[in-house]
């Protein structure tokens, strides 16, 4: 099971980026597609979720700015991401989780997005 994200970088406040997540190995149509974001003194936080089942959720402080979505056709997952500030910055980290066996939750290696000005 691979899954590669990409789409990271350095960024001004109040920019936006696009994050991709391109996932193989799996039946990507029965998986939920999660992002999370890690910094050193942060522990890992769930971003937002597209859920096998289609229902989207999303934490507090990215709704609004933050969409998730995901393609079945391409097996990826995107996080658009606009109105980007400092708190945003981390390592954003893509993960599959089968929507009824949990234990079958898989991670990418992560992401870069620095926003600074």
């Known amino acids: 099971v691979h899954l590669v994200e990409s789409g990271g970088g350095l960024v001004y406040p109040g920019g936006s980026l696009r994050l991709s997540c391109v996932v193989s190995?799996?039946?990507?149509?029965?998986?939920?597609m999660s992002w999370y974001r890690q910094t050193p003194i942060r522990r890992r936080e769930l971003v937002a979720t597209a859920h096998a089942d289609g229902f989207i959720s999303y934490v507090d402080s990215v709704k609004g700015r933050f969409s998730i979505s995901r393609d079945s056709a391409e097996n990826t997952s995107y996080l658009e991401m606009n109105s980007l500030t400092s708190e945003d910055t981390a390592i954003y980290y893509c993960?599959?989780?089968?929507?009824?066996?949990?234990?079958?939750?898989?991670w990418g290696q992560g992401t870069q997005v620095t926003v600074s000005s």
């Open positions: 993960n599959a989780r089968h929507q009824r066996f949990g234990t079958y939750n898989y």
């Open positions: 190995g799996i039946l990507f149509r029965f998986y939920d």
